[in-house]
């Protein structure tokens, strides 16, 4: 076994410890930032906050759960987490081993490039180039998931792209720039206000009003707001754009004529029967 394959079974053996644990989880995150965070200030992770705020949100909705759970989690969240996890853990072995290697995965690569030089453009393209690759990997298990999970899946990749879309030049004034803004706490706000990310899995009914845009009160209309006007309109440039940044050409299968199409082997997916009235 060469010295690649080495870091990579140790790499998977680090996430296969922690996968049915979701504070493990989010230790193996925590730590990696308390190395490479790059913060500006004492006490906290630096470029990590969004993440550690998003991995937050997925612990307490139950998705990391254990599938033999009394809440079982979801297979699909589980697996892209894993992936993420595996990628990123891969980039600091090899990083710390003080090798060098050819022909390593896309996100491995932007883990490496971020290590190296840590700010918003490389922590975006290393984070998006990861949760793109998991997201084709658990292709198949997105299928099994509900149509209104699988909707909200789409939701939870465009604004992802979106943020990054700022933080890359494209410019939607200085409000944006907060939100696009790893360092800050924007995530863990917005992931705290139930219209934009649902609080428990799988989703309550009131959820899938909100999901599915159609939830009559203020909250459902600054959604509408946020998604249909901000970015919808705009869907296939910004996958187009974020298949350039984040080297990740797969990521232009998961839309069509700016509507989100994921998963791709759902062949009766359509996500036009959420746009209707």
């Excluded at 307490?60 to 697996?79: F, V």
Aim: aromatic letters at 14%; hydrophobic letters at 40%; charged letters at 20%.
């Amino acid at each position: 076994m060469n010295k690649l394959e080495i870091l990579k079974e140790k790499a998977k053996r680090i996430v296969l410890s922690v996968s049915d644990n979701p504070q493990g989880r989010y230790q193996l995150r925590y730590e990696f930032y308390q190395k490479y965070g790059n913060p500006i200030t004492k006490g906290n992770e630096g470029l990590g906050n969004s993440e550690l705020a998003f991995i937050d949100w997925e612990i307490k909705r139950g998705t990391l759960n254990p599938l033999n759970h009394l809440n079982p989690g979801s297979a699909w969240w589980r697996e892209v987490n894993s992936h993420f996890l595996y990628v990123a853990t891969l980039a600091q072995l090899i990083k710390e081993s003080g090798e060098t290697f050819q022909g390593l995965p896309v996100p491995v690569n932007f883990w490496l490039d971020y290590i190296n030089t840590p700010n918003e453009f490389s922590w975006y393209r290393a984070h998006n180039s990861s949760i793109i690759s998991g997201y084709q990997i658990a292709d198949k298990l997105a299928c099994k998931e509900t149509i209104y999970e699988q909707y909200f899946m789409n939701i939870v990749l465009y604004r992802l792209l979106y943020a990054q879309s700022m933080v890359e030049g494209v410019s939607f004034g200085f409000l944006g720039k907060i939100f696009a803004n790893p360092r800050g706490c924007a995530v863990a706000i917005i992931t705290g206000v139930k219209a934009f990310y649902p609080d428990h899995y799988p989703m309550s009914e009131e959820d899938i009003k909100y999901v599915t845009h159609r939830a009559r009160n203020f909250m459902g209309f600054i959604e509408d707001i946020f998604d249909k006007i901000l970015i919808l309109r705009h869907l296939n440039k910004l996958y187009i754009e974020a298949a350039k940044w984040d080297n990740s050409p797969i990521v232009m299968k998961f839309v069509t004529n700016n509507q989100p199409i994921y998963p791709i082997s759902h062949s009766e997916f359509s996500s036009a029967y959420f746009n209707k009235k």
